[in-house]
């Protein structure tokens, strides 16, 4: 099929499949039904959430190999039947073993198979704005949430008996067929830029092919993979530090029920907002030091963390899932600045491993090391300070990160 002349086409595309794929994070508006409905274990409803994330990165992981070599269509349209599917078959299911293949592990490697795929079609349709193809891409991804609570919760409500149990089985077959039909549809207009396309956009050669194109064999072997690599790791340490904590730590902290589900729902738009504005300002001030910027606001938030509490505390969140956002889509445009176009898909998708590697690491030092609990109806909280200090700490490392791979790309390109 001929590509598009007209750039939005795809990239409104590839924003369709995102917001359909970017549940990710909604596993906070089911946890506390499913527990009630299925007779869950708290700990069991939280691990929902981890297995989601790892097959997601591992779902960019092998999306990335699919999409370098058989384009970003053939990916998205395996990623939305993934993830729907997923879906779909949640609805028949009650254990949380079953529960876990199909919601967590199918759906979040189809999750993972669309999301690198449209970054990577969009900055191919943007190589001259890398950083607003990117933030378009992981806003469109993180607003998923924003929009799809509210529909969740109302499909819920509509299929919840007298006694407050919910009945799963029409809440998930609706909205994976919702998603399948939308993600399928949008699919059908995803396309690569052709070379007529490119040159007209009359860009330097260096603004479209960059000065290299590393296969993943090449790029692992330079220390700038690596200095990425660990920037990932360490710079959603504190986001993954707070997820689990968002709304127990604030009703402690002086927040109501209500106040404290409104916070997580809020880190929806901060997140969106700060995957778009930081992306975008790279382009303007460059990738490292955008990085820089985002590092402090999350060392600062962590910081009032540790003791601030009542609507402090609602805005602490959301500097820190702003400051999360950030790093998600501008990532993506840093490792196609280091390693080229051509390979994008794979080479940022064994980056994004460290992201799965954060979230396993810095939730068991937080509870097993640092015992970070909250207790709502004692009204007690052990062992945040400590996390939360943690946080701020390890959001000073990508500030050395970035150092070297600035100083890397100007050896480079001199």
Request: aromatic share 12%; net charge positive.
């Amino acid at each position: 099929m001929k590509s598009q002349k007209n750039p939005w086409v795809s990239i409104v595309a590839c924003l369709v499949v995102q917001l359909c794929v970017g549940i990710l994070y909604l596993w906070s508006a089911f946890k506390n039904n499913i527990i009630a409905a299925y007779d869950w274990d708290t700990t069991s409803a939280n691990l929902v959430s981890s297995f989601m994330l790892f097959a997601f990165v591992f779902g960019n992981l092998i999306g990335g190999f699919i999409n370098d070599k058989k384009g970003p269509k053939l990916t998205c349209l395996l990623g939305v039947g993934l993830f729907s599917f997923g879906v779909i078959l949640t609805s028949f299911v009650r254990s949380v073993v079953l529960f876990d293949l199909t919601y967590a592990v199918m759906a979040g490697l189809g999750s993972g198979f669309a999301y690198g795929a449209c970054i990577s079609c969009i900055q191919k349709w943007l190589p001259h704005k890398r950083g607003l193809a990117s933030g378009l891409a992981c806003s469109a991804f993180g607003l998923s949430t924003v929009i799809f609570t509210p529909v969740s919760k109302a499909l819920m409500s509509a299929n919840m008996d007298a006694s407050g149990i919910v009945n799963f089985m029409p809440v998930f077959l609706t909205l994976g067929i919702v998603f399948a039909a939308a993600g399928f549809m949008a699919c059908v207009f995803i396309s690569l830029p052709d070379e007529e396309y490119i040159k007209s956009l009359n860009l330097p050669a260096k603004a479209v092919s960059g000065n290299v194109n590393f296969t993943l064999g090449q790029a692992i072997k330079q220390p700038a993979f690596w200095a990425l690599f660990f920037s990932i790791f360490f710079i959603n340490g504190t986001w993954n530090l707070c997820v689990p904590l968002i709304v127990p730590l604030g009703q402690v902290r002086g927040l109501t029920e209500s106040m404290a589900i409104a916070c997580l729902s809020f880190t929806g738009i901060t997140n969106a907002a700060g995957r778009l504005i930081m992306a975008s300002l790279s382009d303007k001030i460059g990738r490292t030091n955008a990085m820089y910027v985002l590092c402090g606001l999350t060392m600062l938030g962590a910081i009032l963390l540790t003791f601030i509490g009542g609507m402090g505390y609602f805005a602490a969140i959301a500097i820190v899932a702003f400051a999360y956002g950030g790093p998600s889509a501008l990532n993506a445009a840093l490792s196609t600045d280091l390693f080229g176009p051509k390979n994008s898909g794979t080479n940022y998708g064994v980056a994004m491993l460290a992201l799965g590697f954060s979230s396993i690491f810095f939730n068991l030092i937080s509870g097993k090391v640092l015992h970070a609990v909250v207790d709502v109806a004692s009204g007690t909280a052990t062992g945040i300070g400590a996390t939360f200090i943690m946080g701020a700490i390890t959001a000073i490392i990508p500030v050395f990160l970035m150092m070297y791979i600035n100083s890397y790309l100007k050896k480079r390109d001199s």
